[in-house]
T-cell receptor, first 115, second 108 residues
Framework: GAVVSQHPSWVICKSGTSVKIECRSLDFQATTMFWYRQFPKQSLMLMAT?????????EQGVEKDKFLINHASLTLSTLTVTSAHPEDSSFYIC???????????FGEGSRLTVL | RKEVEQDPGPFNVPEGATVAFNCTYSNSASQSFFWYRQDCRKEPKLLMS???SGNEDGRFTAQLNRASQYISLLIRDSKLSDSATYLCVVKGTYKYIFGTGTRLKVLA
């Protein structure tokens, strides 16, 4: 299947700092990427849809000024958690779809711990 | 009613058993259907797409019933390594809707 790479896998930061997570499609171009958050033993929750060259579309209840998304190229989307707080600690996952098949491929996820 | 519904389980089955999961969806205009597998603290991985004609991949068989708006996943000869959460994913025009997942435990 297609490969989506996410970096970093783990990050620990102090409260108040900002953290950037990268999501890359390695062997295909992705005009659309998705960002999710998953708390332990809960379902994936879609945070936003990232569109190359345009503004991201955020789900209801997700603060766009806190979770900054940039999709500057067809292979890279970034999520920046600004002024992170302990309640932002979670597993953040990105995904990208293959237009022809609709199949969705996920990055490995980034586990954020805010102290 | 949720857009995509799954029984959360857990389904505890012995090795070698056959187990089936269903997933219902509410939007009749849904276009594509998939089963994903997610292991604990890992990302979901595509298990198989679900086609109208049904499809099989080794011990796994997926079926789509558009009239009743559900998809199913059948696992034959369960292995310990099949223990995971199985996510049903339904694609509409613009969005992917995830079920909450069904947890499977295969017991020795």
């Amino acid at each position: 299947g297609a490969v989506v790479s996410q970096h970093p896998s783990w990050v620990i930061c102090k409260s108040g700092t900002s953290v950037k997570i990268e999501c890359r499609s390695l062997d295909f171009q992705a005009t659309t990427m998705f960002w999710y958050r998953q708390f332990p033993k809960q379902s994936l929750m879609l945070m936003a849809t990232s569109n190359e060259g345009s503004k991201a579309t955020y789900e209801q209840g997700v603060e766009k000024d806190k979770f900054l998304i940039n999709h500057a190229s067809l292979t890279l989307s970034t999520l920046t958690v600004t002024s992170a707080h302990p309640e932002d600690s979670s597993f953040y996952i990105c995904s990208a779809s293959i237009l022809a098949t609709g199949e969705l491929f996920f990055g490995e996820g980034s586990r954020l711990t805010v102290l | 009613r949720k857009e995509v519904e799954q029984d959360p389980g857990p389904f505890n089955v012995p090795e070698g058993a056959t187990v089936a999961f269903n997933c219902t969806y509410s939007n009749s205009a849904s276009q594509s259907f998939f089963w994903y597998r997610q292991d604990c603290r890992k990302e979901p991985k595509l298990l198989m797409s679900v086609y109208s004609s049904g499809n099989e991949d080794g011990r796994f068989t997926a079926q789509l019933n558009r009239a009743s708006q559900y998809i199913s996943l059948l696992i034959r000869d369960s292995k310990l390594s099949d223990s995971a959460t199985y996510l049903c994913v339904v694609k509409g025009t613009y969005k992917y809707i995830f079920g909450t997942g069904t947890r499977l435990k295969v017991l020795a």
